[in-house]
């Protein structure tokens, strides 16, 4: 009898032990961090609605009532090494004290209504692979970005109100592969870019002065860049084309006034695909070299200030399947190729000063600026 009170106490004692496993630091932070979230934004089916400190652990499983959603923790439930928190309208600031969950891996807010500066305390936490805050109100000057965040795979910030420069500390990012800081007010240059990365969005900010090859130099693994809607302006070099694992690159919508093309070295040597020039203010002739990318499918060079004669190679290359170069000032006869077969082939060539479009083509739409206009420019 006695010793089966013993047993009793002892299960009971040792059930309660298994309660409070979560580090008490850890504790503390994911209490700070919900109460920095309004709580009349704390909607009763959400994901914070269910994380009740009082009631129990949050690392404690199974999760039937409490903490349901929003946490991973370590496979021994003493740290919590994910918060994903769902789109439920959460609107609040968010904690600096998230620098205490020093094991995590993943933080994703995305889809809410945060807002206040990102914690500059953020850079402590040396396990982060994914940073995801996009579509919040965040605004200040992005976090630094320091060498000890040695994991860090991908960042999302878009969709906030960022603004200030990039910090010089980018390109210490040793792991970085995807970086996305699109629609923010983020203005100045580009900084040097982490030599790993693969994918960077920065559209719709207020970026300016010329692309440098000094802040692309080494990114052998960069496929995408999309950098549309932002002022850079000047030239755009071959380099950029060049770079060895590029596939797309998106810079329509800023102020560039030169674009230089060399050919790739060999036939194999180029995966581009993709390039979209359009609505710039670039001059001077369609570049030839273009037309010997050898993948190339897309290309606009919609809206700039171009002239002379769509080159034939053009017309001949059989990857080309969208080509968009209306809004320009080009003049000549277009390529009869164009026209001679039923490819599946989309764009324009409209509103330019070409000679014998044929209106019968999809692709002579609209049809081509006033003959005036032509002589005076
Ligand atoms: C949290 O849990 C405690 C203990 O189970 C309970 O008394 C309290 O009502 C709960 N609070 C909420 C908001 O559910
Ligand atoms: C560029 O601007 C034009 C005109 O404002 C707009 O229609 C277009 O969607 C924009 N394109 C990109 C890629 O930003």
Redesign the pocket.
């Known amino acids: 009898m006695a010793a089966a009170a013993f047993l009793l106490i002892w299960v009971i004692a040792s059930l309660d032990g298994a309660k409070s496993l979560t580090s008490p630091s850890d504790i503390a932070a994911l209490k700070a961090f919900k109460s920095a979230v309004k709580p009349s934004s704390i909607l009763p089916w959400s994901c914070l609605?269910t994380w009740?400190?009082?009631?129990?652990d949050p690392c404690s499983i199974p999760r039937r009532a409490?903490f349901t959603c929003g946490l991973l923790c370590s496979d021994d439930a003493t740290r919590v090494t994910q918060l994903t928190l769902d789109p439920a309208g959460y609107s609040g600031t968010l904690t600096p004290l998230i620098s205490q969950l020093s094991q995590l891996n993943t933080l994703d807010l995305s889809d809410n209504a945060f807002y206040g500066p990102i914690p500059p305390s953020i850079s402590a936490l040396s396990g982060l692979q994914t940073l995801t805050l996009r579509t919040n109100s965040f605004s200040g000057s992005l976090p630094p970005f320091v060498a000890s965040l040695r994991n860090l795979e991908s960042i999302d910030l878009s969709y906030n109100s960022l603004s200030g420069p990039l910090p010089k500390s980018l390109s210490s990012l040793s792991s970085l592969q995807r970086l996305d800081l699109s629609f923010n007010k983020l203005s100045g240059s580009i900084p040097r870019l982490p030599a790993t990365l693969v994918e960077l969005a920065i559209k719709g900010n207020s970026l300016s002065g010329p692309l440098k090859k000094d802040s692309f130099g080494g990114l052998a693994q960069l496929e995408v860049i999309e950098l549309s809607q932002n002022s850079f302006s000047g030239s755009l070099e071959p380099w950029l084309l060049l770079l060895p694992s590029i596939q797309q690159v998106d810079l329509a919508n800023n102020s560039l006034t030169r674009f230089d093309v060399a050919a790739p070295p060999s036939v194999a040597d180029s995966n581009l695909v993709a390039v979209d020039l359009g609505f710039n203010r670039i001059e001077g002739n369609i570049p030839v070299s273009l037309a010997s990318y050898p993948m190339l499918s897309a290309l606009s060079l919609r809206h700039n200030r171009l002239r002379g004669e769509i080159p034939a190679e053009f017309s001949k290359k059989q990857t080309l399947r969208r080509l968009f170069l209306d809004g320009n000032f080009l003049s000549g006869k277009p390529p009869p190729a164009f026209f001679a077969t039923q490819t599946a082939f989309s764009g324009s060539l409209g509103d330019n000063c070409l000679r014998d479009c044929p209106a019968s083509s999809q692709l002579c739409v609209p049809s081509q600026k006033p003959v005036p206009i032509c002589r005076l420019t």
């Open positions: 609605a009740n400190f009082s009631a129990t409490f």
